[in-house]
């Protein structure tokens, strides 16, 4: 088993910034791909970012892009998600993601692929 612990989450007013961080155990962190997701009220779980296992590789949503960095420190066991000119459409519950055992260097934006998730972080944003 593998726990992710999601935290950096908060209140802030539109056009400000957040630094998630989500910090994991259990297993060989440098073997997953890493992800978040968001639920809004209402709304579906929706992809946000993903990174590859090296780092290098990286997937976003189209509304968060220029906006939101997603970065890894494999020798910390942690993904980050860097939020800056927040907006109030970016408020949910936000979610990290483990893909264990991967192969390829490849960032994964398919939810049904993570193994491992974690229970979340609310971020509001206030306009």
């Known amino acids: 088993q593998m726990q992710l612990v999601e935290s950096g989450g908060g209140l802030v007013q539109a056009g400000g910034s957040l630094r998630l961080s989500c910090a994991a155990s259990g297993r060989t962190f440098s073997t997953c791909a890493m992800g978040w997701f968001r639920q809004a009220p209402g709304k579906e779980r929706e992809f946000v970012a993903a990174?590859?296992?090296?780092?290098?590789?990286?997937q976003y949503l189209d509304s968060v892009k220029g906006r939101f960095l997603i970065a890894r420190d494999n020798a910390k066991n942690t993904v980050y998600l860097q939020m800056n000119s927040l907006k109030p459409e970016d408020t949910a519950v936000y979610y990290c993601?483990?893909?264990?055992?991967?192969?390829?260097?490849?960032?994964?934006?398919?939810?049904?692929?993570?193994?491992?998730w974690g229970q979340g972080t609310q971020v509001t944003v206030s306009s």
């Open positions: 990174v590859s296992l090296s780092g290098q590789n990286t």
């Open positions: 993601a483990a893909k264990e055992l991967v192969r390829y260097d490849y960032a994964e934006a398919r939810a049904v692929e993570y193994d491992y």
